[in-house]
C-alpha cells in the first residue's frame, strides 16, 4: 500500500499503523526526485511493508528537519516509528538506480 502525505501529522498517523515503514521524501518540483520515482516505484511494488511518499514542496515543513533530510529524493525505512536505514541523495545528485537497489536488498 503506498499512501502520500505532506504534513507531519500525516506522516506520524502512517508510522504509527505499522512496525516497519518504508518513506520516500521527495519534491514534486524536483527533477531527480522525478526520474526516480518511477524507478522507485517499480523495484518497491512487491514489498509487503507499507510505503509512504513524503511530499516536501513547503520548505518550511517541519519534516525536513526531523528526519534530518538535506537533499531530495531520500530514502527511510523506519522500524517503530524510529529511523532504522536510510539512504540520502547529495545536492544536485540523485540516488544512482543500483545504489537503491543493493540498498533495498540489504535493507528489506
Excluded at 530514502?75 to 517503530?80: A, G, P, Q, S, T
Excluded at 532504522?84 to 538506480?97: A, F, H, P, W
Excluded at 545504489?99 to 540489504?106: D, G, V, Y
Amino acid at each position: 500500500m503506498v499512501v502520500v502525505v505532506d504534513s507531519k501529522s500525516a506522516f506520524d498517523l502512517e508510522l504509527g499503523k505499522a512496525k516497519r515503514v518504508l518513506g520516500l521524501f521527495y519534491m514534486s518540483s524536483c527533477p531527480h526526485c522525478m526520474r526516480f520515482m518511477p524507478f522507485f516505484e517499480t523495484k518497491t511494488a512487491d514489498l509487503s511493508l507499507p510505503i509512504v511518499k513524503v511530499r516536501l514542496d513547503d520548505y518550511d515543513s517541519p519534516l525536513w528537519d526531523d528526519y534530518n533530510v538535506v537533499a531530495v529524493p531520500t530514502v527511510i525505512l523506519f522500524e517503530d516509528g524510529k529511523v532504522s536505514k536510510r539512504l540520502d541523495s547529495l545536492l544536485g545528485n540523485c540516488i544512482k538506480n543500483e545504489k537503491f537497489t543493493a540498498w533495498l536488498q540489504e535493507s528489506i
